[in-house]
């Protein structure tokens, strides 16, 4: 039946997918829950541990890692996220979302705690300050043979890919920008700034694989 997914059919006809959340603590959350709306998603806005309960998919978008990290613990979402992802709820960190994601942080501040998931050492701030941000084209043959347009801004890097997890996008020099493991997907560019959403596409994908 047209616009049917799981046996959920939108009365436009459009399809229908799985309530998605993304952490709006901080961040650019709001370019991400537009993204996620276009591409048919019932996106959400999740602050509290009762919002992150009702979705069946999280985006932990880019902004300020430590700030995420302090305000997650306040609003008593730390930990449910924790346990979220060991349950197995797909996951996309962009940015600042990777570096929470990340099992291992380096350069973080004294105290800074994350949520894990990711078997990957991330380093905060690699590419330098927000002056240092750029822009280059990626080739990912798992996204089509179109590059991806990739935007840093005072992205971090990945450093070490552990045996659970795959590299999906390197840079020229080899290092690490995009990852997978299972149903968590981390990259260290902002895909929500540009026009190719391929990236949000996987991660809806990944829900109810």
């Not at 179109?146 to 020229?172: C, K, M, N, T």
Request: aromatic share 6%; net charge negative; proline share 5%.
């Amino acid at each position: 039946m047209a616009g049917e997914i799981g046996g959920r059919v939108a009365p436009s006809g459009r399809v229908s997918r799985p309530k998605v959340g993304v952490l709006a603590l901080q961040g650019d959350f709001r370019e991400h829950l537009l993204v996620l709306r276009e591409r048919g998603a019932d996106a959400v806005p999740v602050r509290r541990a009762a919002e992150l309960d009702d979705v069946a998919g999280l985006v932990i978008p880019g902004g300020e890692s430590t700030v995420m990290d302090k305000l997650s613990r306040a609003f008593g979402l730390a930990e449910p996220i924790k346990q979220r992802i060991a349950d197995g709820m797909p996951v996309y960190g962009t940015c600042a979302g990777l570096i929470m994601l990340a099992d291992t942080v380096r350069d973080a501040i004294t105290g800074q705690q994350n949520f894990g998931g990711l078997d990957v050492v991330v380093r905060r701030n690699a590419f330098g300050n927000q002056n240092d941000s750029f822009e280059t084209d990626l080739d990912i043959p798992e996204l089509g043979e179109r590059p991806v347009h990739a935007v840093f801004i005072r992205a971090p890097v990945i450093e070490q890919v552990g045996p659970a997890a795959r590299s999906l996008a390197e840079l020229d020099d080899g290092r690490v920008v995009a990852v997978e493991q299972g149903v968590l997907l981390g990259t260290a560019f902002h895909p929500e700034v540009t026009a190719d959403y391929r990236f949000h596409e996987r991660f809806l994908d990944s829900i109810g694989r």
